[in-house]
């Protein structure tokens, strides 16, 4: 059973910077794709970034891009989210999301699998 848990979230201040975590388990990521989505009140989940774990592609939102940074450890199981030059539309719960082939996508019908979710709040 494939678990994912988010963590790292919190309040900044705009300008600020913050590392999301998501801790992945169950079985072996190696042929996954993992993606960062975030929800924010009153909107729809929308994509934020993605990961191909064996051949290391990425791909951004345009709204993130220059600014967020996906990367995994492999050794920890473990995907981050490196979010720099925070602004306040970034205000959302972050979620982690998994799915067990290696093509990136970007829409949520495509990962079966998610995590719990992290608020990230930013202040102006």
């Known amino acids: 059973q494939v678990q994912l848990v988010e963590s790292g979230g919190g309040l900044v201040q705009a300008g600020d910077s913050l590392r999301l975590s998501c801790a992945a388990s169950g079985r072996t990521f190696s042929n996954c794709a993992m993606a960062w989505f975030r929800q924010a009140p009153g909107k729809e989940r929308e994509f934020v970034a993605v990961?191909?774990?064996?051949?290391?592609?990425?791909g951004y939102a345009d709204s993130v891009k220059g600014r967020f940074t996906i990367s995994r450890d492999n050794a920890k199981n473990t995907v981050y989210l490196q979010m720099n030059s925070l602004e306040p539309e970034d205000t959302a719960v972050y979620y982690c999301?998994?799915?067990?082939?290696?093509?990136?996508?970007?829409?949520?019908?495509?990962?079966?699998?998610w995590g719990q979710g992290t608020q990230v709040t930013v202040s102006s």
């Open positions: 999301a998994a799915r067990l082939v290696p093509q990136i996508a970007t829409s949520t019908s495509e990962y079966p699998y």
């Open positions: 990961l191909s774990w064996n051949s290391g592609r990425t």
